[in-house]
């Protein structure tokens, strides 16, 4: 199976996918900051306090007494047979961006991908607990404010 990015057939254009790394995370008590790094640009993602919560946990690898909804829908993912193929943050709209799940399940000798519509803040999520790569379009890198350290 190739490591090259999928090109969706619908909401993402042809265009150039860019990797994006994980920089780091900075919390507030009204939203989470988190910093994506593509092509030596530094931009971030606004999120709800919740989310940077998981991610922090998941980062710090601290115990949770219960399985949170991430857990859970890895749980569900590996239990199916599953795999997390890639993320792709395909739109940028004033601030708000939008992201393109891809999920890879093997039945047999057929490989079936399913594409669907995501928060960049779950997918974000999802790829750091499944090691799946994430990409955004050469077109969302150009239009990101880039951050500073």
């Known amino acids: 199976m190739s490591n090259e990015p999928l090109k969706s057939k619908g909401n993402i254009s042809q265009s150039e996918l860019i990797q994006l790394s994980f920089d780091k ?8 900051v988190v910093i994506l790094i593509g092509k030596n640009k530094r931009f971030a ?21 219960r399985p949170l909804t991430h857990d859970l829908i890895m749980s569900i993912f590996q239990g199916m047979g599953i795999r997390i193929k890639q993320i792709v943050i395909n739109d940028l709209q004033d601030t708000i ?8 399940q093997k ?8 594409e669907t519509d ?24 150009e239009s990101t404010v880039p951050v500073e350290e």
């Open 25 to 32: 995370i900075m919390q507030t008590r009204s939203y989470t």
């Open 45 to 65: 993602i606004y999120t709800d306090p919740g989310i940077g919560r998981t991610l922090q946990m998941f980062l710090t690898g601290t115990e949770k007494p």
């Open 97 to 104: 961006y939008f992201a393109r799940l891809f999920l890879e």
């Open 107 to 114: 039945r047999g000798d057929i490989t079936h991908i399913v």
């Open 118 to 141: 995501a928060r960049p803040s779950d997918c974000i999520t999802l790829a750091l607990m499944s090691n799946a790569p994430v990409y955004c379009t050469k077109e969302v890198l």
